[in-house]
């Protein structure tokens, strides 16, 4: 029994705060080779570490989002709750997508959100392909697998924002739930050994 309330203890402890981040890049001149045009790209993403560098492997959420101005023209959920996701019906796979990010510097070290973009000549709808590989100061991106898309635009800058979350309230309650039954058990074999 007090090795199950210790595990929880550790569980809880490791698991108190998770890191969001908001990455922006300010493209120089907006990507016009097909519409909607856009001159931002945004990326919202999750991680449970706090310090050090996160790969692919450590991203528990990760969405791009592609801004016109400030209205949003395109989004994908890369990952969502440790789950990847397929992209316009092409499937995305563990290596098929790259992420690295220092936490310590708050620097953004490369990312590509479909390695092979050329296959999403077979996806349904409108998909862009988006990466950069370190230490580059310009952003490729292109539309459904079209090489004829492809451009290669520089950025003014990355900014990150970042935020450590608290574990949601119901671990909380679950965990004092859990608490409160240990010990009401605990306290009922203590008044059947003692009577």
Sequence with gaps: MNKILFLFCIFVANTSNATTVRSTLTLNTPYTEVSPNFDTIVFDWSTLLTSGEVSREDVTNWKMTLFSGTTEVYQDTIVSNNVINSIGGVERYANSFNFRFDLDSSHLINFDNINQGHRLGNSVGD?????????????????????????????????????????????????????????????????????
């Design 127 to 195: 998909q862009y392909n988006v990466y950069m590989s370190s230490p580059s100061a310009q952003v490729g991106i292109y539309q459904n697998g079209y090489t004829s898309s492809l451009k290669h635009i520089s950025y003014t800058a990355i900014n990150s924002n970042i935020s450590s979350v608290p574990v949601p309230a119901a671990v909380w309650l679950f965990g004092s739930g859990l608490m409160g039954l240990l010990v009401a058990r605990k306290k009922a074999k203590l008044s059947v050994l003692s009577a």
